[in-house]
């Protein structure tokens, strides 16, 4: 399998990440210099407004207009007009009639190409005296455009008689200011914006190293595991969420490599059971096959007492290689979770009083002793009783199989907090030291012990682990074993 190209120090990663966050920085860069030089513009716009607030009612007290029959005596305003243009060239004054008409004016070159302006901002200007909010006006000059101004009335014997209407920065001004402002704000955002993109550059294209740098680990993690390295373990060091990332992938790594284990475990014992099989049944089989000819070839000449004979192995050899079979599918069942547990409340002794009944005359005839020990109270366990009564057969079973005549077979209750403990012991032969770890191995046999089929014990830890408890095992050669399990208690 091809392993997996290293990643450089500056992986392609790095440059597509690195590339759109310079673009972004510059982009922002744009609109922060679009966004102060507009600001500038307006701030100055708005102090300039702000200082000449009161210029308009200032004038009216300087010129003091007299406005006759809607009309305003130039001659006597002209000369004072032109003094506060020479004053404040930048101004643009105009003397209106309390319609709006334009009825003089003080204007660079004398350019006014309106005859009115609107009153509504000069209304707005004269009541808000106080905000002294941003407000703009028509400007006589460029129809449609809108200018700063200062405004106020003139009022002669207790009645009004026109407005001082004074724009504060004529177009000449403006476009002058504006250039300067332009130029000066424009250098100085360039200036800061050069320095903040410069120091954001640095800083953003460091911590996105730290970053691909952390995402190339995690990719060749990856690729080590594709490339079936089911070994590779991503370090981790912090619990950002690039890190929570390689904590994933190596839980991930792990439960994969667990079942690709189990896998292979399983199809070892899938061999090994094969093996084992054929062996195992080629016995029986043989038997039945030998015997069946046996009674085929000397149907006229063999005894009758031969012949019941022969049908008693056979049927013997029937039956165990029944036994087998039947073994090998619980099993089966049992180590791929095709068994579910039908979980019940029932009373532990009487599923062991009828147990141990049925294994009297066997144990009779045998000459061993099957000793069933209760307690005082009759527990009630939750479990699934036909699995528990499997687990007690094939103890059971294997007790019979190890003990001879005069030997016994305890089987004991006890309650304990919350559980019931079950034991079955007995005094035959014993397991030797050497035997004690492998007795649950799928297809283990003893050594004294070749005729069985090696599954039961197998089938019973996995069933008492179905119950959420554990088989143990205490066994000494030559003096007997003890098998005991717990089973939950239902309170009483």
Known sequence: MEHPKKTSFFSSLYWRISIIFILVLFLF?????????????????????????????????????KFEHGTVNKEAVQDMLHSMMVINPSIEIYLLNPKGEILGYMAPQKVVKLESVSLEPIYQFLGDSKKHNLIYGDDPRNPGEKKTFSAARVIEQGRLTGYVYIVLASQEYVSAANMVVGSYILGLSVRSVAIILVV???VGLLLI????????????????????????????????????????????????????????????FRKELISNV???????????????????????????????????????????????????????KLETNQIRLNVEPFPIAELISDIANKYRIISHKKGIHLNVFLPSENPIVQADINLIDRVFQNLIDNAMKVCQENDSINITIKNESGKVEVSIADTGQGIGQDELPYIFERYYKGKQYSDTTGLGLAIVKKIVELHDSSIEVLSQYGKGTVFSFELLKIAS
């Not at 995690?218 to 969420?241: A, D, R, T």
């Open 29 to 65: 860069a744009g609109i922060s210099i679009y966004i102060s030089i507009k600001s500038a513009d307006k701030y100055s716009v708005e102090v300039n407004q702000k200082l000449n607030w009161n210029l308009a009612h200032n004038a009216v007290s300087l010129i003091n207009p």
């Open 200 to 202: 954001s550059a640095f």
């Open 209 to 268: 190293w730290f970053i691909t740098r952390k995402l190339n680990t995690i990719v060749n993690g990856i690729k080590e595991f594709q490339s079936g390295n089911l070994n590779i373990h991503i370090p981790v060091k912090n619990s950002n969420e690039l890190d929570q990332i390689g904590l994933v992938f190596n839980e991930m790594a792990k439960t994969i490599s667990g079942n690709i284990q189990q896998l292979k475990d399983t199809d070892e």
């Open 278 to 332: 054929s062996h195992d049944l080629r016995t029986p089989i043989a038997s039945i096959q030998g015997y069946a000819e046996t009674l085929k070839l000397k149907e006229d000449t063999i005894s009758n007492e031969d012949r019941r004979k022969y049908l008693d192995i056979i049927f013997s050899s029937c039956e165990r290689l029944k036994k087998m079979v039947n073994d090998l599918f619980d099993l089966s």
